[in-house]
């Protein structure tokens, strides 16, 4: 069975910072693109940041971008998002995702993904 579990959200205060974890088991992601989307309530879930297989490509929503790093680490079979300099507005359900059909060509469309961990919560106030 394939699970994607995250952990690392919480409370912050803004320009605090936070890092999540996503942690695969039941099959290696080694070979695949794999992704961070959000959720903030009443609004549609959307892409954050996306990684291939080998971590030298990397692509940001606009929003995140300078403020965001995504990194991956093979070996161990998990994905991290560091997040800095947050905001309200970053406020949201995060949630690691896994693209089993590609590895080099990353995707922000959140129906391309396959597999889904259950998400972390995140909470920034002002």
């Known amino acids: 069975q394939v699970q994607l579990v995250e952990s690392g959200g919480g409370l912050v205060q803004a320009g605090g910072s936070l890092r999540l974890s996503c942690a695969a088991s039941g099959r290696t992601f080694s070979s695949n693109v794999m992704g961070w989307f959000r959720q903030a309530p009443g609004k549609e879930r959307e892409f954050v940041a996306a990684?291939?297989?080998?971590?030298?490509?990397?692509y940001y929503v606009d929003s995140v971008k300078g403020r965001f790093t995504i990194s991956r680490d093979n070996a161990m079979n998990t994905l991290s998002l560091e997040m800095n300099s947050l905001k309200p507005e970053d406020t949201a359900v995060y949630y690691c995702?896994?693209?089993?059909?590609?590895?080099?060509?990353?995707?922000?469309?959140?129906?391309?993904?396959?597999?889904w961990g259950q998400g972390t919560q995140v909470t920034v106030s002002s």
């Open positions: 990684i291939n297989w080998s971590g030298s490509s990397t």
């Open positions: 995702a896994a693209d089993k059909k590609r590895s080099t060509v990353i995707t922000a469309s959140r129906g391309e993904y396959d597999y």
